[in-house]
Each structure stands twice: as structure tokens, then as C-alpha cells.
């Protein structure tokens, strides 16, 4: 099973109703998307920025995943995010997650959110840790 289909694979519940639609995946980079649905909104209208931040979260996550030793585990240990522009209700917003470290120990990502038209949304920098 290729990467792509193996993170695809994998149950997150919390995560799941956010509809997060994995794209691409490369041990170094995640792509993925996500549309802008009313019970993801706050007023008036855009995605709230805890959507934002799960969103974020669960690609760094995978990302970390992507790169796990056999029997190892991840947690996010901290994260920063700035918010840049609403997405509106009706939007699809992409993320693009890339690696800024990949330890042993620790794995750094960030994740670039965008519109449609490539405005952003927000950046998400990461840390997960290697349990």
C-alpha cells in the first residue's frame, strides 16, 4: 500500500467530520483540502479557527506519521498559528504541509492554508513528538 493510500487509511475521529480530503503524501510533504461548510463557521459566516487549527494539526500529525519508526507513536507538543484571512462558508481552503525538521525525537512541520486563489488563511508551525 502506497503512502498516500496507508494515511487515508487511517480513522480520525476527531478529525473526521471536518471532511479533510488527503491529496498527495511524500515523507517530506502532505497536500490536502477541505471545504468551508456552515457547521464549520462561526458569525458571520467563516470558518472557525479552531476548524483551522484541527485542520493543521491533523496534517502535521499524519505528516509525522508518514515518518514513524515501526511501533512508534506521535503528539503534538506545541503549536502556533497565525490567522491571516477568513474562508468564507462555500470556500474550499488547501493545506500544504511541509517538514521543517524530521528528528528522532521530534518532527517540525508547517502548514500553509490558501483560498482557492492562493490567498492565505493561516500558518500552522508544529511540533510533534516522537514517542
Do not use: Y
Not at 473526521?16 to 471545504?35: D, F, K, Y
Not at 498559528?81 to 512541520?109: D, K, Q, S, Y
Not at 500553509?112 to 492562493?118: E, H, S
Amino acid at each position: 500500500m502506497d503512502l498516500l493510500a496507508r494515511l487515508q487509511a487511517m480513522r480520525l475521529p476527531f478529525a473526521e467530520p471536518l471532511g479533510i480530503e488527503l491529496l498527495s503524501a511524500a515523507p517530506e510533504r502532505l497536500v490536502a483540502r477541505m471545504a468551508v461548510r456552515p457547521e464549520l463557521c462561526t458569525v458571520p459566516s467563516v470558518l472557525h479557527g479552531g476548524a483551522i487549527m484541527t485542520f493543521a494539526d491533523t496534517l502535521g500529525a499524519l505528516a509525522t506519521v508518514a515518518n514513524l519508526p515501526d511501533g512508534a507513536g506521535t503528539t503534538t507538543v506545541e503549536s502556533k498559528t497565525n490567522f491571516l484571512r477568513a474562508a468564507p462558508v462555500g470556500a474550499t481552503i488547501t493545506a500544504e504541509t511541509t517538514a521543517v525538521h524530521r528528528g528522532r525525537r521530534t518532527m517540525v512541520w508547517q502548514t500553509r492554508i490558501m483560498l482557492a486563489d492562493g490567498k492565505p488563511v493561516a500558518l500552522v508551525t508544529q511540533t510533534q513528538l516522537v514517542l
